[in-house]
């Protein structure tokens, strides 16, 4: 474990210059902490990219990585679905045109209900911790419950029910419920990562957060870093 934390950390040192940790390393540190990621790799070239999605299996999502992208979506720099390679290469040389271009997250598909998982370091409360309703809608929806970290698993089963959409996690019209035990203790090892950073990030956010019958997966992964 403490191999981990100091991975972390130095992952941590080396985005400091970007102010915010790119998703590849995003996604690394979050998997560090114990929290489930897609199948991915981070390609720096076309060539890279084809063998990636060979081996994980069309179809897949393919994402920009760039220090200058913050909001990948809205600069079009995200293309899901994407089933053969002649589609693949498409999406590759445009986002190659993009401003920062390092590379091409490739990952695969995955499904489930869309949550978020965020938190913020409130000067006076100190971390933050959000469960909602995710995906594009979130902003939609704003259907949320908070809490101050740490976090027990009681706290995070709390967080779950308190959610106006509860029924989409437990089967809504014959939908098979969500691993309720997988989700708790995702938002546990997350509120346990959130403490460890607290001196270093401002925010951290898991949007969408996929969660099934089976698991819970980080679809997508961003760390703010303080500004010193």
Known sequence: MLKAHAEIREII?????????LEPDAKRIISLAGIAVPRHTMARTL???LISARQIGYPVVAKIVSPRILHKSDAGGV?????DPSRLEEVIRNFTTMDGFRGVLVEEMVSGVELILGATIDSQFGPMILL????TGVEIYRDVSLRMAPLSERDARSM??????????EGYRGADPVD???LAGTVVSFSDLVMELADRIESIDINPLFCSATNCLAGDARIILRKD
Not at 13 to 21: I, K, L, R, S, T
Not at 160 to 169: E, I, M, S, T
């Open 79 to 83: 293309a899901v679905g994407i089933a």
């Open 13 to 21: 040192e080396g985005a400091q210059n970007d102010g915010w940790v």
């Open 180 to 182: 309720m035990n997988r």
């Open 132 to 135: 909602g309703m995710g995906g």
């Open 47 to 49: 060539d890279e990219a």
């Open 160 to 169: 779950a029910r308190g959610l106006k959409a509860r029924k989409v996690l």
